[in-house]
């Protein structure tokens, strides 16, 4: 016979499993229909890139054509340049070829490829792939800093470097876009506010560069939309680009440019005087209200005298070669916006003076060292110690969505709408797909 403490304690412990055995099960991940618009994006260039693509892939030419080989490519493969062409675990084209999963097909019968005549692929290091992804590349040997990613692969030599491109459907693409641009714990109003914001900056710029006759390789950094491809995907960020599908803002009937960034410091710039280009009503700016309790809404920095030095040479050798850099006197706005902005900046030294537009510094100091000017509504003095403090609000170029002003506004209950409304005033809601 158990004793009562004994009794007692088996008891607990049929409730506890009991209760792990009721425990419900986390619903799948949200099913995402494709758009039917396929995005290209840079992801990597580099003498040498390693490759692995798990199950059977097709290769055909970047231009179209027939098929070049069907099959696998085992384990991790080197993609180098062959002339103007590829070499690809050994096999050589002679141009830019796409390198496509084979998915449901994987059951067709394979296509002979002979090898190229070329060295073979030195023994590699094993990447590490992440499990849904499509193909994994880095151009690190040892295998460090490898990213996985959906869809095919493109490589294309040029001038010695391999360019590897994505290509991948726009749903997929904003998987990788969303999760990299905010992060998957802000409010879910706020991620859907920025999947739309996202949805229309990608189609915008896509219309924009067939019209044109531009390159539709987008670039993968702050300079277009940043994306990270298979890392940057969570579930908030996935229900968030599912719920939204096909959802996206327009101007009088036609997609604009919708700028986000991440913090405006209390009044959205107006795009004309902080990027350069056409302020139509929804980017003109307006008062924000929701990223007070943001960690860059004000800040302070210092950066020394001879690193402002280096980016200032840094600056002059590419845009000005003929002028010579003395040492730095004084660096003064001499212009800014109405909502206080500097537009312009005066860089005294001792040899002379050179403005500045203040975008331009800001992005310049930022490159050389990340977190020192946040934005370009700040103020400038020279201490004692020879440092340059700066102190401003803000981090970003200040037009379109605020992105902690909108988590802001969702957290004081907000929905999707509200928010873009807020921050594009007079935009309307469309179906682009």
Known sequence: MLSPRRLCGTILLCCLLLACGCREKPAPPAPLDPAGVEIRVGVLSAERILVRMPGRVEIRPLAGGELLYRGELQGTVAAVCSGAGIELGGMVFSGAV?????????????????????????RLPTLYHRAGANFTVTAILDGAEASSYRGALELRADDGMVQAVNALDLQFYLLGVVGAEMPAYFEAEALAAQAIVSRTFALYNLERARSNGQSRVFRATTGFQVYKGF??????????????????????????????????????????????????????????????????????????????????????????????????????????????????????????????RADSFRLAVEARFPGTVRSTAFTSSKAESGEWVFSGSGFGHGVGLCQVGARGMAREGAGRREILQRYYPGSEWMKAY
Request: with cysteine; proline share 4%.
């Open 98 to 122: 796409r390198v496509a999963p084979l998915g449901d097909r994987a059951g067709e019968a394979g296509v002979d490829f002979a090898p190229g005549t070329g060295p073979r692929p030195q």
């Open 231 to 356: 890392s940057a995907e969570a579930r908030s960020t996935r229900q968030a680009v599912v719920e939204t599908r096909g959802q996206a803002l327009s101007w009088r009937g036609a997609l604009f440019s919708s700028y986000f960034h991440s913090t405006c410091g209390g009044r959205t710039a107006n795009a004309n005087e902080a990027l350069g280009v056409t302020a139509i009503a929804p980017l003109a700016g307006v008062a924000c209200g929701g990223c007070a309790a943001g960690s860059f809404y004000r800040w302070d920095s210092r950066l020394a005298s001879s690193g402002l030095e280096d980016v200032a040479r840094r600056y002059l050798r590419k845009n000005s070669p003929e002028v010579s850099l003395g040492a730095i006197e004084e660096l003064e706005v001499i212009e800014r916006a109405a909502d206080g902005r500097a537009l312009y900046l005066r860089l005294r030294h001792s040899l002379g003076s050179f403005e500045w």
